[in-house]
């Protein structure tokens, strides 16, 4: 195995027990992250159903990455960990919670690099 190869390994792994282990939390309704939505005007109940169903693709996602690294998904994994990163500072937290998080996104994007910008709108799936 080359080493680019397994430094995509690595980071695909880091990548898929990330949002495995998000997705599993936002499953269990993780109570600090259901506080955040009414910051958004959204309901607690509301707020259950989108972790309930955000915390099932976040798996998905990390399973597929597992399987496949699709470029699309990683860039969302991407944009969505560096998204839920920066709820924090947003919701009161200190923006040292937000700079701890720059690993979540970060792995994500460099998966992202290291397997080139698409060209093609196919090169985008996969």
Do not use: C
Request: hydrophobic share 60%; charged share 15%.
């Amino acid at each position: 195995m080359t080493q680019a190869k397994a430094v995509e390994w690595v980071l695909r792994v880091g990548v898929a027990a990330e949002f495995i282990g998000h997705g599993v939390f936002a499953l269990e309704g993780k109570k600090e992250w259901l506080a955040w939505f009414p910051h958004f005007g959204i309901d607690t109940g509301t707020g259950l159903i989108l972790m309930s169903l955000i915390g099932l693709m976040d798996i998905v996602l990390g399973v597929i990455i597992l399987i496949r690294p699709v470029r699309l998904f990683i860039l969302w994994m991407a944009v969505w960990a560096a998204w839920t990163a920066l709820v924090r500072p947003l919701v009161g937290d200190p923006i040292w919670d937000f700079i701890e998080r720059v690993a979540n996104w970060g792995a994500p994007l460099a998966l992202f690099l290291m397997q080139g910008f698409p060209r093609r709108l196919r090169e985008w799936f996969v």
